[in-house]
């Protein structure tokens, strides 16, 4: 679940008539990526809460007090506490269908602009003074973005023109029609083909546009009624257009689905709510430390230590099923002296004793005195035929098990260094896939359009992309890599792929060095003083048939032992 733009122009007018005005009394950094500011306005304190997280971003007025959740503040954290606390803040306004939220603030040292651009993967937070960027949570810089940089110092830009949008205020119901016609996939769904070609119109308003509509989210564009369609667009854009805001929340078994600014009738329970932010407060809740995130992490890491024990049971029951050689040898040769000494055997009989080759020794044969030579002789070859079939495809089943055997253990590093909801929530999908959830709930279910995103630095003018879990893995490896890239990974155990872009130059063996350091301390062996990366070219590495997102092998390595360090010591390195 994200702030869409008509969210967020909902959230500036209501925060314009209840902090506008409001004096800024402190400032705190509440977590990594989120700052909190506590606003005096209308005889009452409002804990506002602007978070710039990767994977959630979100703005909000908390009901109780925030806390401050790191030890050190951040750089911007500072810069906030001289350029905004004891400030007034005097408007809130949101660029016309721009997901940015922009609060003035007028402090003794001047005037100042908080931005917050709440967009998945592209969140950030700023502070500007005169249209100049003082400060941000999130540098970009010229190799990230030509256009629109993030940096102290630097002129802050809107995002640019969406020229191939069309503003839906002024969509006549040709437009719709012809719009409609244009779409040549057969596969392409009407609620996306809105959210390509319209201003403002998120993949949820979208959605409930088509439901409105006909009666299925799930509609392909070729079977859209333009009229129809352009009626229920143009019922659910005329209050947005007028401002006529109606908050409310969708739930499902108990659980928050979406919240939205107007009536959701093809999700199940939606309710209004007294506010905005009351509905963002129940879809969010308080913002989530680690704690919290541990404890939501606990049935997920049983989910894994009961079907690693499944899978280990399927393990042992395939490996005993396999005979070595030379029992196998001794199944075939017992059946064969059975037969041939079947005249010489005696009734009730328990033993046979009998040398195959006349060099060889002589074997002990175990006979069941209830059947006959022949039977007996039966049950050897039935034993033996078993053993061979199993030497043929028991293998096979054996490494499929141990791979998956791998895949949970990946999981489980996963899990360990999952840092949000969405991370967490990809765990829970995987063992989802392999009926291994168990008791494990999602973390925020209906809202998990928001899916985590690799790490992304920058050096010298190389890109360095960190993938923190399997899905992500199989995405930088696979998608974003070419060939002559280089591809890292700690040795034998579960880890994040890092791969260095390298455009076709020589790559600096200090880079290489320090991006094996952030692939040890995203490992299993984060916690170890040492650890040995593996170092090839991306060309050599394969992904394993049937396996998990991300399992692969790879060969032509070379091997760096490094200290585990984080980006944050990276980027300062």
């Not at 840092?419 to 765990?427: H, S």
């Not at 992304?456 to 960190?466: A, H, Q």
Request: proline share 6%.
């Amino acid at each position: 679940m994200y702030f869409d733009a008509f969210t967020l122009a909902a959230l500036a007018d209501e925060w314009s008539s209840t902090l506008v005005g409001g004096k800024i009394q402190d400032v705190l950094d509440v977590d990594a990526t989120g700052i909190g500011l506590e606003v005096y306005a209308g005889h009452r304190r409002h804990y506002v809460y602007l978070s710039a997280d990767k994977q959630q971003p979100r703005v909000q007025v908390m009901p109780e007090k925030l806390r401050r959740g790191l030890p050190v503040p951040t750089q911007l954290g500072l810069m906030f506490r001289r350029y905004v606390e004891h400030g007034r803040l005097t408007g809130v306004h949101q660029p016309p269908y721009e997901r940015i939220l922009q609060l003035d603030v007028t402090h003794p040292e001047g005037s100042f602009t908080i931005v917050v651009e709440p967009m998945e993967r592209r969140s950030n937070l700023l502070l500007l003074r005169d249209g100049i960027i003082q400060d941000c949570l999130w540098r970009v810089g010229p190799e990230d973005n030509r256009y629109r940089l993030s940096l102290p110092n630097h002129a802050y830009k809107l995002p640019p023109p969406m020229t191939d949008k069309r503003d839906p205020a002024d969509l006549s119901p040709a437009d719709l029609a012809a719009l409609l016609a244009a779409a040549t996939d057969p596969r392409q769904k009407t609620a996306a083909l809105l959210t390509q070609h319209l201003l403002g119109l998120s993949p949820l308003l979208a959605r409930e546009v088509v439901f409105r509509a006909g009666g299925d989210v799930q509609q392909k564009a070729s079977a859209a009624q333009p009229d129809a369609l352009y009626a229920a667009l143009q019922a659910l854009l005329l209050p947005l257009t007028r401002r006529e805001w109606q908050p409310g929340l969708a739930h499902s078994d108990g659980l928050p689905q979406a919240f939205s600014v107007y009536p959701l009738t093809h999700l199940p329970g939606w309710q209004p709510a007294d506010s905005l932010s009351a509905a963002i407060n129940a879809y969010f809740g308080a913002p989530a430390g680690a704690e919290a995130y541990n404890e939501m992490k606990k049935p997920v890491f049983a989910a894994l230590e009961e079907g690693k024990k499944r899978y280990r049971a399927k393990l042992a029951s395939l490996e005993s099923g396999l005979k070595d050689d030379g029992e196998m040898l001794f199944l075939q040769q017992s059946g064969e002296l059975i037969l041939a000494y079947q005249y010489t055997l005696r009734p009730g009989q328990t033993e046979l004793r009998a040398q195959y080759e006349l060099e060889a020794p002589e074997l002990v044969i175990k006979l069941d005195a209830a059947l006959t030579p022949l039977e007996n002789a039966q049950r050897y070859f039935d034993r033996y035929n078993r053993a061979k079939r199993a030497r043929t495809g028991v293998p096979h089943l054996v490494a499929a098990t141990r791979v998956e055997l791998d895949y949970l253990a990946q999981l489980e590093n996963d899990l360990r260094q999952a840092a949000n909801y969405p991370e967490i929530d990809e765990v829970i999908q995987a063992l989802q896939a392999r009926d291994l959830a168990g008791d494990a709930k999602m973390a925020r279910r209906g809202g998990g359009s928001a899916r985590s995103a690799p790490l992304r630095l920058t050096r010298d003018g190389f890109v360095i992309r960190v993938g923190r879990n399997s899905r992500q893995n199989e995405q930088v490896t696979f998608k974003e890599a070419g060939p002559q890239d280089i591809w890292l990974h700690a040795r034998d155990v579960p880890g994040a792929h890092v791969i260095i872009r390298s455009d076709g130059r020589r790559i600096p063996d200090t880079l290489i060095a320090d991006s094996a350091a952030l692939a040890a301390y995203y490992s299993a062996r984060r916690d170890e003083a040492k650890v040995i990366v593996d170092v090839t070219r991306c060309k050599y590495v394969r992904k394993i048939k049937g396996a998990g997102p991300g399992m692969v092998t790879y060969r032509n390595e070379t091997t760096i032992t490094v200290a585990p360090r984080s980006e944050e010591h990276w980027k300062h390195g």
